[in-house]
């Protein structure tokens, strides 16, 4: 097992910090008493993970302590954490092997997909959240990435930098959180994070939004479902969100919109 890193060692303590502040105590059945602070002690943590309060002290200060995968399951038991989190846990605790891209095109068979898929909305796009490629369904519904400048063909830059994409994205805010979320995730998991935190400067430096919601250390995975736009020539348009990763490359993944049931009847 590698040992992480000062930089993910400071980062799992801030979140673990962050998930035992959004806790209350009622939710695990211990008084609230008088506290200074929202959310769980670190002693009541300690205490209900079985471990030390000096040793899970030393955790949230970003120590350079050794951890087990048992220890691990116990805090995410503990703080109550999704799928997403436990598994951004372990990311920064480099209990899972980073994802590393090829640093290859996509291969053809991706590209040919993507516009096989045509009349369906589909692109390609990197856990960076890059779009490599897309249809003209794609182009049509969400915006021609082709006529943009390469650094924009982001859906974190978009949904951030882009006016139009606040305009088209129902219920822009919850979306937006969700993707600075699955973007976090992504920047745990994989080998290379200097274009991550280039591109989280850049969007920092425009969007008091960006800046304010990254500081909150929320991770989410990808959720299939209906996403509703507000297209500026046709209108409402409900459509089912399915993303697929490549066997071949994990780092990239097929995102398609499907039709819901009755849409365009």
């Not at 002693?43 to 955790?59: P, Q």
């Not at 692109?123 to 390469?150: C, K, Q």
């Not at 699955?182 to 994989?190: E, V």
Request: charged content about 25%; overall charge negative; some cysteine.
């Amino acid at each position: 097992m590698n040992k992480p890193a000062a930089e993910e060692r400071k980062a799992l303590g801030a979140f673990l910090a962050s998930r035992r502040a959004r806790l209350q105590p009622p939710d695990l059945g211990l008084s609230t008493g008088q506290r200074r602070t929202p959310g769980l002690r670190r002693e009541e943590v300690a205490v209900l993970a079985g471990i030390s309060v000096s040793w899970y002290t030393w955790l949230e200060q970003g120590r350079d302590i050794n951890v087990s995968m048992a220890t691990l399951e116990r805090l995410s038991r503990v703080l109550r954490l999704d799928q997403a989190e436990a598994e951004h846990l372990l990311a920064l605790s480099a209990r899972r092997p980073p994802i590393a891209g090829t640093g290859d095109d996509p291969s053809d068979g991706l590209l040919n997909l993507v516009q096989a898929l045509d009349p369906v909305p589909a692109y390609l796009r990197s856990d960076r959240l890059d779009i490599l490629a897309w249809n003209a369904a794609a182009a049509d519904v969400f915006v021609d990435y082709g006529m943009l400048e390469p650094r924009a063909r982001n859906t974190l830059w978009l949904m951030f930098l882009y006016p139009p994409y606040r305009e088209l994205i129902h219920g822009w805010e919850g979306i937006a959180r969700g993707t600075i979320g699955l973007f976090r995730g992504a920047r745990a998991k994989t080998s290379d994070k200097a274009p991550f935190d280039a591109l989280v400067e850049e969007i920092g430096a425009e969007s008091e939004e960006f800046r304010h919601w990254w500081q909150e250390l929320d991770v989410r995975g990808f959720h299939e479902g209906i996403k509703r736009l507000s297209h500026p020539t046709r209108g409402r348009i409900d459509l089912t969100c399915v993303a697929l990763v490549s066997e071949g490359r994990p780092d990239l993944s097929l995102v398609s919109y499907l039709p819901t049931p009755g849409e365009g009847d």
